[in-house]
């Protein structure tokens, strides 16, 4: 079954500091893999996307890697903000559907001054 | 930047009743979305339009719910007969300039519906 898992489920950090959130996905084949940030209540964002032959790709403070062979995506984030506080979904495209994208659970992280 | 807007932000209607949340994907672009979130639970697909006729659905999209791009600018999300656990956040989208490569699939800022 396809399915994307992302740890840990929350993250506190203090503002300044670097953090990295995990996601290790069971979709088989697929087309690409993105990191959305979603604020509560709001719509997701898209941070990053990445197909299987992209290692790493960065946007601002948000670095993101993939290892397609074990299948696992992390995205690290820079010297935090406060507004970095949300929920960041890491989000897979099988290779068979381009609309049927796999969400995962989310990370959310809370930035504490 | 140019972005997805949705109509209603919050609406609430009882057991049974038509309810039709509306948006305004980005112009130009050719697919178009619905995806719901259930208070606490994954954001899950429901639906894709691409050329006037919807090219792939879920197991959720069942028989009570269609959507429509009745003029060429909105598309639409009609719930025939609401149910409690239709309960959710729905999130319009849309995707893919022509030409475009790997798609960015921009997001709205939901409707929330609470079923009562």
């Known amino acids: 079954k396809n399915q994307v898992e992302q740890s840990p489920q929350s993250l506190i950090i203090l503002e300044g500091k670097n953090c990295t959130l995990q996601?290790?996905?069971?979709?088989?084949?697929?087309?690409?893999l993105r990191w959305y940030k979603q604020d509560t209540g709001r719509g997701p964002v898209s941070l990053t996307i990445?197909?299987?032959?992209?290692n790493t790709k960065s946007n601002g403070r948000y670095t993101a890697t993939l290892d397609a062979d074990t299948k696992q995506s992390s995205l690290h984030i820079t010297a935090s903000q406060l507004s970095d506080s949300a929920s960041y979904i890491c989000?897979?495209?099988?290779?068979?559907?381009?609309?049927?994208?796999?969400f995962g659970s989310g990370t959310r992280l809370s930035i504490r001054p | 930047e140019p972005e997805v807007t949705q109509t209603p932000s919050h609406q609430v209607t009882q057991m049974g009743q038509e309810v039709i949340l509306r948006c305004v994907p980005i112009?130009?672009?050719?697919?178009f979305y619905w995806y719901r979130q259930i208070l606490g639970q994954k954001v899950e697909f429901l639906v894709s339009?691409?050329?006037?006729?919807?090219?792939?659905k879920s197991e959720i999209f069942d028989d009570q719910f269609s959507v429509e791009r009745p003029d060429g600018s909105n598309f639409t999300l009609k719930i025939r007969s609401t149910k409690l656990e239709d309960s959710a956040m729905y999130f319009c989208?849309?995707?893919?300039?022509?030409?475009?490569?790997?798609?960015?699939?921009?997001f709205g800022e939901g409707s929330w519906l609470t079923v009562v």
């Open positions: 989208a849309s995707s893919g300039r022509q030409g475009q490569g790997i798609n960015t699939i921009y």
């Open positions: 996601c290790n996905y069971t979709v088989s084949p697929f087309s690409n």
């Open positions: 990445m197909t299987f032959s992209e």
């Open positions: 989000v897979v495209s099988p290779y068979s559907s381009a609309s049927k994208i796999i």
């Open positions: 112009s130009n672009h050719l697919y």
């Open positions: 339009f691409y050329n006037n006729e919807i090219s792939e």
